[in-house]
C-alpha cells in the first residue's frame, strides 16, 4: 500500500474519530481510538514507537515517540490542543527527517471541525 493510501484511510479514520468522540478530550484518548479504527483496515499500526537521534555515528535514545507509525512509512502526530503552532510542524518535520519517512499528518482534535485540524506534510528526503 501506498503512502498515498494510507494517507486516505488516515483522513477518514481521523474524521470517523472526531465524530464519534467530539472535541474536549485528551490526545491518549484519540490515539486509543486512531489506532483502534486504522486497525480495522488491516494496516500494521504502532503507537509510541521510539525514534532515536543519531550524532556522530552513534545511536541516541533521547525520549521522542511518534505518536503513530503506519506500515514503517506514515507519522502521525496527534494533538488536543486549542491552535496548533509552527513548532508542532517543526516537531512533525524533524521526526519525517529522523525516521526516513516521506508522509506525516498532524492531526488536531480540539475543533469544532476535524477538517480544520488535519496537516499533511511531506519530507522531501
Same mark, same amino acid.
Given at each position: 500500500?501506498?503512502?498515498?493510501?494510507?494517507?486516505?484511510?488516515? =483522513?477518514?479514520?481521523?474524521?470517523?474519530?472526531?465524530?464519534?468522540?467530539?472535541?474536549?478530550?485528551?490526545?491518549?484518548?484519540?490515539?486509543?481510538?486512531?489506532?483502534?479504527?486504522?486497525?480495522?483496515?488491516?494496516?500494521?499500526?504502532?503507537?509510541? =514507537?521510539?525514534?532515536?537521534?543519531?550524532?556522530?555515528?552513534?545511536?541516541?535514545? =533521547?525520549?521522542?515517540?511518534?505518536?503513530?507509525?503506519?506500515?514503517?512509512?506514515?507519522?502521525?502526530?496527534?494533538?488536543? =490542543?486549542?491552535?496548533?503552532?509552527?513548532?508542532?510542524?517543526?516537531?512533525?518535520?524533524?521526526?519525517?527527517?529522523?525516521?526516513?519517512?516521506?508522509?506525516?499528518?498532524?492531526?488536531?482534535?480540539?475543533?469544532?471541525?476535524?477538517?480544520?485540524?488535519?496537516?499533511?506534510?511531506?519530507?522531501?528526503?
Amino acid at each position: 500500500m501506498t503512502e498515498n493510501e494510507i494517507g486516505k484511510i488516515v =483522513v477518514d479514520s481521523a474524521i470517523k474519530v472526531h465524530k464519534i468522540l467530539g472535541p474536549g478530550l485528551l490526545e491518549s484518548a484519540y490515539e486509543a481510538c486512531l489506532v483502534h479504527e486504522l486497525k480495522k483496515h488491516y494496516l500494521n499500526v504502532k503507537s509510541q =514507537v521510539g525514534l532515536p537521534v543519531t550524532y556522530e555515528d552513534v545511536v541516541l535514545d =533521547v525520549g521522542y515517540r511518534i505518536d503513530v507509525f503506519i506500515e514503517a512509512k506514515v507519522i502521525l502526530e496527534l494533538k488536543a =490542543v486549542e491552535k496548533l503552532l509552527p513548532i508542532h510542524e517543526a516537531q512533525l518535520l524533524s521526526y519525517l527527517k529522523l525516521s526516513g519517512c516521506k508522509l506525516g499528518f498532524l492531526l488536531n482534535f480540539n475543533v469544532y471541525r476535524m477538517k480544520d485540524g488535519i496537516r499533511r506534510m511531506v519530507n522531501r528526503l
